[in-house]
């Protein structure tokens, strides 16, 4: 391969003293009793967002009713429901309750007095 000319390179000798793991970090000590209550706060912001998020689609929905005519109605929900916005909110909507279901397992495992590692999602 042909070197380039005017390309400006960095010398590699610089970082040889560069290291990805540095042992000075700080590591973040958090007790039982806070890592709960912070799952418990995680849990209630969700269940809020999956509130917001399904409201959100009920009022899509009440627009998209006609009292005049039930087909246009049916033909205004389909049209609503194939939308792109409309799956992903509900995927979204999915994903939260799934995430939901983990967390109120890792609060069910940091109830037991010998927790062990906590359940890590399959992602």
Avoid: C, W
């Avoid at 973040?28 to 849990?43: A, F, N, P, T």
């Avoid at 909110?89 to 799934?98: D, P, V, Y």
């Avoid at 983990?102 to 062990?116: I, K, N, S």
């Amino acid at each position: 391969m042909a070197r380039r000319k005017n390309v400006k390179r960095i010398d590699p000798r610089y970082f040889l003293d560069e290291t990805v793991n540095r042992g000075d970090a700080p590591t973040l000590q958090e007790d039982r009793g806070d890592h709960i209550r912070g799952i418990g706060e995680k849990i209630e912001r969700l269940e809020d967002e999956i509130g917001r998020a399904e409201a959100s689609l009920e009022e899509a929905e009440r627009l998209a009713t006609d009292p005049s005519s039930e087909e246009l109605t049916f033909q205004n929900l389909m049209d609503l429901r194939t939308r792109p916005e409309y799956y992903e909110t509900q995927l979204r909507i999915g994903k939260m309750r799934e995430k939901i279901g983990f967390l109120g397992q890792q609060l069910a495992q940091l109830g037991e007095e010998e927790p062990g590692q906590l359940a890590r999602p399959d992602y």
